[in-house]
């Protein structure tokens, strides 16, 4: 909490205009931007726990007005038809207005509506993960220079709390390690592999047949949600500046019903991971969204369907994990009204919460220095000297070798190998030179083991 | 966040004494006391993260002293040994120190030297589950009446934040029920038996060995810690104000090896549970720690040996879980610091936190209106009618039965039942009509079932 530059200054004005919201009952005025899945179970919400929010706020919440792009659609809840308006530009300008909710996603036009709100000393609750990631320095500056809140528990993981602990609660910790699943669609299509054997593609039909993948899943299956949802959980937990571009990011199209066998048979699952990680040294943090096998053991395997959970490691805390609904209209409103109450007390007592902490500054290490664990599997001739010459390569490029597996025989003989931890950039070079020898026919396979101790 | 009352004068005042914390780098002064397995922690961390608190902060943290019972002791970290004192009451008083950190424990003197404190204008961060439980009125009604924050994040399931996500983040949401494993002692021991066969007796001792439990065990296995606990779990979820004494309590001394077992063949595992649950009308809330049986399939039954964990289930954000280490030094630590650096914020900008929410004002249910399913396992005679006897009892009780399972035959025939819900004092009352039966050679084990759908 620091106090609002010029806080006495300001509250001076706004009492000239009208009353400081919290005295004498004035309500807090909130406008909401954006009526779909989430802004809907907003307005709900904000009706049917009206009485509780005053009680924990000090004052009531009143709705000031929703900016949609139709007036006529049919919305999932009873929204007062004289609140509705098409112009969101003009609701944001509106001095009544003491709170922004931006639930429309996308970089614009939801930047300038909340550049221009925040410029105007309002309040901004988002749940707008891409623009955090692609864009956050803009947003929190402004945020910083007006000394206006800017709160988005809401962005990452629906309804997990999970920002509020990573910057409040484990402020006094330093976080070494994040590993989270951060898109319910992918778990979702993952668990079915794992559960059923389904293909991907057969997987990914029933998670659209069920509404949990959209009709262009690319966001989802490519990892582009997760990438911005890691950016911004990188930031908070590092306290450095990490944009979407930071991050190294490959999807699930490619796992196999054989990836997902081979894994169940060494006591992994695959899920898809986003890992923000410190570097031995401390020095740099490296940022990456792929699938991993995780031992079953480990507390994120037995996240199933489209749950979300986050798993963080810190020096002093030690394993913490945070599970819940990632996505969903009430889940996700449920985090908005979190925060709204949140800036709503801020407002009430005239100061704002912490805000974007980038003071350690460090350095995002490109790939090729992220040191993991990997699970091998090979093609390869069924004659004596294979293994021989298959661990030359590896220890070539320093790459040492932990489990050995040969499966079958002649032309379907298989050789699994899962290393220690070495560089990307190491394994790498180690599967070039793996496909230039003879004896090794494809490199089916290729995937990083995370959770493991100290890998 | 509200303004402290009388804020502007109480710094006006201190600025004459001493500049105002955070002004010209002047350090935020922290008294402590108590240094042992969780203080010398808090010492330690203090310490080697000075740079990261302050740069957090925005002011540096210094350690103005630190209160023990005996000068001379070993301790886990190195103290300066000029700043340790005997004399906590002076120490409290002086002047300089702005937050009180206080990990003795106990009722008294801990009671006293926070009043005094808050009485003088200091934050308090605590870790003290018994004192907040048993008189939380007194301190919470103290850090009211001076504006004083009082933060206690480290006093429940340790290193988990958990406290400040139900009563910021969940803020906007109805919190319905709250299971939780939040003693790591008898989690260690229910899950040797679960995995070892072991009896109690010698998971007990084999907890005490590797020290996850004490020589005098009796405030674990007793479910002691668990209801003080769940007293403050209550208060937070509910806003009521919740004592131990309102906290129904059963231990864990009598599971045997043979309701494990029992347990097992049914894909349920025992645990130790505080659970906090609004009644369905909404009007109370019942409040009680005991084992209970909990499907394979819930994300606690997951949760092995030491480890806590704490489900939440509220009516938008859904089925939500922490999980983390519940005690130790570091982790304890950890949520102390994370505290520290909440109320030192707070204290430069001049403002308290949330304060005590206790509007609601719930009533707190006895335990014969709760309901629940239960797990019955009788001891029978081998012979033609007894079922139909046994179901006629509890029919009476308005008690449902879901599942029967007869298990041997002759001497060794046991009947087990799984109920559907049925209030406490029907299942009682069943279990006494039960005992009454001829047929009915022992009631060899009742156990509540939590964890299912609508349970």
Same mark, same amino acid.
């Given at each position: 909490?620091?106090?609002?530059?010029?806080?006495?200054?300001? =509250?001076?004005?706004?009492?000239?205009?009208? $009353?400081?919201?919290?005295?004498?009952?004035?309500?807090?005025?909130?406008?909401?931007?954006?009526?779909?899945?989430?802004?809907?179970?907003?307005?709900?919400? +904000?009706?049917?726990?009206?009485? %509780?929010?005053?009680?924990?706020?000090?004052?009531?919440?009143?709705?000031?007005? /929703?900016?949609?792009?139709?007036?006529?659609?049919?919305?999932?809840?009873?929204?007062?038809?004289?609140?509705?308006?098409?112009?969101?530009?003009?609701?944001?300008?509106? %001095?009544?207005?003491?709170?922004?909710?931006?639930?429309?996603?996308?970089?614009?036009?939801?930047?300038?509506?909340?550049?221009?709100?925040?410029?105007?000393?309002?309040?901004?609750?988002?749940?707008?993960?891409?623009?955090?990631?692609?864009?956050?320095?803009?947003?929190?500056?402004?945020?910083?220079?007006?000394?206006?809140? @800017?709160?988005? $528990?809401?962005?990452?993981?629906?309804?997990?709390?999970?920002?509020?602990?990573?910057?409040?609660? +484990?402020?006094?910790?330093?976080?070494?390690?994040?590993?989270?699943?951060?898109?319910?669609?992918?778990?979702?299509?993952?668990?079915?592999?794992?559960?059923?054997?389904?293909?991907?593609?057969?997987?990914?039909?029933?998670?659209?047949?069920?509404?949990?993948?959209?009709? %262009?899943?690319?966001?989802?299956?490519?990892?582009?949600?997760?990438?911005?949802?890691?950016?911004?959980?990188?930031?908070?937990?590092?306290?450095?500046?990490?944009?979407?571009?930071?991050?190294?990011? $490959?999807?699930?199209?490619?796992?196999?019903?054989?990836?997902?066998?081979?894994?169940?048979?060494?006591?992994?699952?695959?899920?898809?991971?986003?890992?923000?990680?410190?570097?031995?040294?401390?020095?740099?943090?490296?940022?990456?969204?792929?699938?991993?096998?995780?031992? =079953?053991?480990?507390?994120?395997?037995?996240?199933?369907?489209?749950?979300?959970?986050?798993?963080?490691?810190?020096?002093?805390?030690?394993?913490?994990?945070?599970?819940?609904?990632?996505?969903?209209?009430?889940?996700?409103?449920?985090?908005?009204?979190?925060?709204?109450?949140?800036?709503?007390?801020?407002?009430?007592?005239?100061?704002?919460?912490?805000?974007?902490?980038?003071?350690? %500054?460090?350095?995002?290490?490109?790939?090729?220095?992220?040191?993991?664990?990997?699970?091998?599997?090979?093609? &390869?001739?069924?004659?004596?000297? /294979?293994?021989?010459?298959?661990?030359?390569?590896?220890?070539?490029?320093? &790459?040492?070798?932990?489990?050995?597996?040969?499966?079958?025989?002649?032309?379907?003989?298989?050789?699994?190998?899962?290393?220690?931890?070495?560089?990307?950039?190491? @394994?790498?070079?180690?599967?070039?030179?793996?496909?230039?020898?003879?004896?090794?026919?494809?490199?089916?396979? /290729?995937?990083?083991?995370?959770?493991?101790?100290?890998?």
């Amino acid at each position: 909490m620091k106090p609002v530059e010029g806080a006495e200054d300001a =509250r001076r004005e706004q009492r000239g205009r009208h $009353e400081r919201p919290g005295e004498s009952g004035r309500p807090l005025r909130v406008a909401l931007l954006g009526c779909g899945v989430v802004g809907s179970q907003v307005v709900r919400l +904000l009706n049917e726990q009206a009485d %509780d929010l005053a009680a924990r706020i000090g004052a009531p919440l009143e709705l000031a007005g /929703v900016a949609v792009r139709r007036l006529g659609r049919k919305r999932d809840s009873e929204v007062d038809p004289a609140l509705l308006t098409t112009d969101a530009e003009a609701l944001v300008a509106r %001095d009544d207005v003491d709170i922004v909710v931006e639930v429309i996603g996308g970089i614009e036009p939801a930047r300038s509506l909340m550049l221009a709100a925040l410029e105007d000393g309002k309040a901004i609750v988002t749940a707008n993960k891409a623009l955090l990631a692609e864009d956050g320095a803009t947003v929190h500056g402004a945020a910083k220079r007006h000394g206006g809140d @800017l709160y988005f $528990e809401a962005s990452v993981a629906g309804a997990i709390p999970l920002l509020r602990p990573l910057r409040e609660s +484990l402020a006094g910790d330093r976080v070494r390690r994040v590993l989270g699943i951060v898109n319910g669609t992918t778990n979702y299509i993952l668990d079915k592999m794992d559960t059923t054997g389904a293909s991907f593609t057969d997987a990914l039909e029933e998670a659209q047949s069920l509404g949990y993948a959209e009709a %262009d899943p690319t966001a989802d299956v490519e990892g582009f949600d997760a990438a911005a949802k890691a950016a911004i959980l990188a930031g908070l937990a590092f306290h450095t500046r990490v944009t979407a571009a930071d991050v190294h990011r $490959e999807g699930i199209t490619e796992i196999t019903a054989t990836d997902v066998a081979s894994a169940k048979a060494m006591g992994y699952v695959i899920k898809l991971l986003a890992i923000c990680a410190r570097s031995d040294d401390g020095r740099s943090v490296g940022v990456r969204v792929h699938p991993a096998m995780i031992p =079953r053991t480990h507390p994120l395997a037995g996240v199933r369907e489209a749950y979300n959970a986050v798993f963080v490691e810190a020096e002093s805390a030690g394993q913490l994990m945070f599970y819940g609904k990632g996505a969903g209209g009430a889940p996700t409103a449920s985090a908005v009204l979190g925060d709204i109450v949140a800036v709503a007390r801020n407002r009430i007592a005239g100061v704002h919460g912490p805000q974007e902490s980038t003071y350690a %500054d460090l350095a995002v290490h490109p790939m090729g220095e992220t040191v993991t664990r990997y699970h091998v599997s090979l093609d &390869v001739a069924d004659k004596p000297g /294979v293994l021989a010459t298959v661990a030359e390569i590896f220890a070539k490029h320093d &790459v040492s070798i932990r489990i050995v597996r040969q499966e079958g025989h002649g032309d379907d003989a298989q050789l699994v190998l899962v290393t220690h931890r070495a560089t990307d950039a190491a @394994l790498s070079a180690t599967i070039s030179g793996l496909r230039e020898l003879d004896i090794v026919r494809d490199v089916t396979s /290729v995937m990083r083991v995370e959770g493991e101790e100290s890998s």
